[in-house]
């Protein structure tokens, strides 16, 4: 099923049933006997086995789901609809309401564990429900064997909620952050080892969250504070008189600060990692995303509503940044010829009543969908048909645009050059 060869199968056999042990009692080795089952702990081999055995769970309910044994939630968002999402031994299953359909999911579950005999531990496991299907909570708890959960929830250290997140569930980042300052209390260090400890530690604490979602004013404000304290006063409680404005030590070293993180910039910068791999990568997310926000318009023509998602209004914020600092390989690029449409045909684009039409606009129709605002005449006219035997000759593949990253000469996306332009420039980071 995944392609392996003979060969590999009996390499991998003669790992996990090849080993000879022997038990030593008192310094006393007994005799040795061949091992049938399993790997050893801490065998390098163990994970990637791992990793083999369980896509075999997403390779049933998947079947399953073409059946129409069970069904993926968000069917017209997601091609077929979304069922199951892994990563190693964190497993997230989605379900509809309908309890009959939950039944067979708890018997593909059962047939994973018999087939592969691997124990999936219920007792562990929580559900979650929200909307009709909370009427049915017991019923569902009762199926699978598991307690009924709560939301906010974490998955991958991230919280889930099928609303917006609010400042409470930034609370184990402060809650981080004092913990690491009660164990420096007391000590003596010296202002460069404090702003070592602030960059390298307290700025670091932060960071995963700040990859998903736009930091609330009120999590920065109280961020910062923690940061200055240990600056100041070594995160002891007796006040000192601050010489200087913390916004001015923040600043870069050649500005005249410390060169402390700037963790609004830096958030900014990790959340324009996701516009680059949405504009030019394709996933289940970025499918997610573009159908539910986009509907096949260009990335530049999202907007933040009420009622998005925390994710979706979070690189809305930072949209206007990201694409002034790059520029997508099409349309005002050079696609047809060896320089852009609008150099090479200067007064008809000079008059031409949409500017910033798509190719797929123009391509509409034949010859070219383009409205101008006079009539063509003498040379605009003789420019004209040469621009419709220049593009009508080409075979053009259907396709995204390109997003190109203009900071460094391969194109493709960092956060530190980002994060240098920002905080050098002072580009919009209010």
């Not at 199951?84 to 379900?95: E, G």
């Not at 949409?354 to 129709?365: C, E, P, R």
Request: proline share 3%.
């Amino acid at each position: 099923m995944k392609g392996f060869s003979t060969t590999w199968y009996d390499w991998i056999k003669s790992f996990v049933q090849g080993g000879n042990v022997a038990i030593n009692v008192n310094s006393q080795n007994d005799a040795y006997f061949q091992t049938r089952k399993g790997l050893r702990q801490g065998d390098p081999l163990s994970p990637i086995l791992f990793n083999i055995v369980v896509d075999m769970l997403a390779i049933i309910i998947n079947r399953a789901k073409v059946e129409g044994k069970v069904n993926g939630v968000i069917p017209h968002l997601v091609d077929d609809g979304l069922s199951i999402l892994q990563y190693a031994d964190d497993t997230v299953i989605f379900l509809d309401h309908d309890l009959e359909m939950a039944r067979n999911m708890k018997a593909l579950l059962c047939m994973f564990e018999k087939l592969l005999g691997l124990k999936i531990n219920f007792h562990k496991s929580e559900i979650f429900c929200f909307g009709q299907a909370k009427e049915c909570e017991n019923d569902y708890s009762e199926l699978f064997g598991c307690r009924s959960g709560s939301f906010v929830f974490r998955y991958l250290g991230l919280p889930m909620h099928y609303r917006k997140l609010g400042n409470s569930d930034w609370k184990h980042i402060e809650e981080r952050f004092e913990q690491r300052l009660s164990g420096w209390k007391g000590k003596l260090l010296s202002v460069g080892g404090r702003l070592v400890l602030i960059n390298s530690v307290l700025s670091s604490l932060p960071m995963f969250m700040l990859s998903f979602f736009a930091i609330p004013k009120g999590v920065l404000k109280k961020l910062e504070y923690f940061r200055s304290r240990v600056f100041w006063q070594n995160d002891q409680h007796k006040k000192k008189y601050h010489l200087i404005k913390w916004d001015q030590i923040r600043q870069p070293k050649e500005q005249g600060g410390l060169g402390i993180i700037d963790l609004e910039v830096q958030n900014k910068c990790l959340l324009s990692k996701w516009l680059f791999k949405l504009a030019n990568e394709d996933g289940i997310w970025q499918s997610l995303i573009r159908n539910k926000y986009l509907k096949s318009k260009p990335l530049g023509s999202g907007i933040k509503k009420p009622g998005v998602s925390h994710f979706w209004a979070g690189i809305m914020e930072v949209k206007q940044d990201f694409l002034s600092l790059g520029s997508f390989n099409i349309g005002d690029d050079t696609w047809c010829g060896n320089q852009p449409l609008k150099l090479a045909y200067p007064s008809l684009f000079s008059i031409a009543r949409k500017k910033g039409a798509t190719v797929t606009d123009v391509m509409s129709s034949s010859p070219l969908n383009i409205s101008f605002r006079r009539g063509l005449h003498g040379e605009r006219l003789l420019a004209w048909s040469e621009l419709v035997g220049r593009v009508m000759s080409l075979e053009l593949r259907e396709g995204r645009n390109v997003f190109r990253w203009g900071l460094n000469k391969t194109g493709l996306f960092s956060v530190r050059s980002m994060y240098k332009q920002l905080i050098n420039n002072g580009l919009n980071v209010s």
